[in-house]
């Protein structure tokens, strides 16, 4: 079954304490896997796609890395305003009419202390 | 630049009522797509449609419809609500192949 688990669920880090957040997937033919940053009460916000092994994207303090079976968003030296959820999802097996489906992960909560 | 407009926000039902939530795009993109969010559940598939006049189901469409007359609007109705239905609707458009873009959400409460 395609599925989609995110580890830790929550994390808590002091500013400028870098960590990596945890998406391990299992999916018939991954044709994409996709980082959402979601702040409360906002719909997910687009970060990065990664399409195969090996392959590695970054955005200010957030860089996100893809192997066979697993994706890293490691995030350094983070401010407070990094604190969201991070929702890690997979573009599975195709739909009808060519609609690739999107399994999601539940997120991890990440918050930043001064 | 609006991108995916959801309305209302927020809406208390009452079991049994119906309403519609309404979603519209202007990015011109070919899928549109609903999905809820629960607590400690990943996002999950409602309806989508890969253009005008075609909608299909995903992974929990009981108890919703669907329509898409215009390739910017894409309506979500509930037929009789019940309150396994309360959650957070999220409207989800995109390209072929490309990344989702995500409405604000509508938070739904059915008593």
């Known amino acids: 079954e395609d599925q989609v688990t995110q580890s830790p669920e929550a994390l808590r880090l002091q500013e400028g304490e870098s960590s990596s957040l945890n998406c391990s997937y299992t999916?018939?033919?991954?044709?994409?896997l996709f980082w959402y940053r979601q702040d409360p009460g906002k719909g997910p916000e687009f970060l990065f796609t990664?399409?195969?092994a090996g392959e590695e994207k970054e955005k200010e303090r957030l860089k996100a890395t893809l192997t066979k079976k697993e994706s890293f968003l490691h995030i350094t030296a983070p401010k407070p305003e990094d604190s969201a959820t991070y929702l890690c999802?997979?573009?599975?097996?195709?739909?009808?009419?060519?609609?690739?489906?999107?399994?999601f992960g539940a997120g991890t909560r990440l918050a930043v202390h001064p | 630049n609006a991108g995916v407009t959801q309305t209302p926000k927020f809406q208390v039902l009452k079991t049994g009522q119906s309403m519609t939530l309404q979603c519209a795009q202007d990015m011109n993109h070919e899928y549109m797509s609903w999905y809820r969010q629960d607590p400690g559940m990943g996002l999950r598939l409602i309806h989508y449609?890969?253009?005008?006049?075609?909608?299909d189901q995903g992974e929990v469409p009981n108890g919703y419809n669907v329509s898409r007359s215009t390739t910017e609007d894409f309506p979500l109705r509930l037929l009789s609500a019940a309150p396994s239905q309360t959650s957070v609707y999220f409207c989800?458009?995109?390209?072929?192949?490309?990344?989702?873009?995500f409405g604000q959400g509508t938070r739904l409460t059915v008593v």
């Open positions: 989800a458009s995109s390209s072929y192949g490309a990344e989702a873009f």
């Open positions: 999802a997979v573009q599975g097996p195709m739909f009808s009419g060519g609609y690739n489906k999107l399994i």
């Open positions: 449609s890969v253009g005008a006049g075609i909608t």
């Open positions: 990664l399409y195969s």
């Open positions: 999916v018939s033919g991954l044709r994409g």
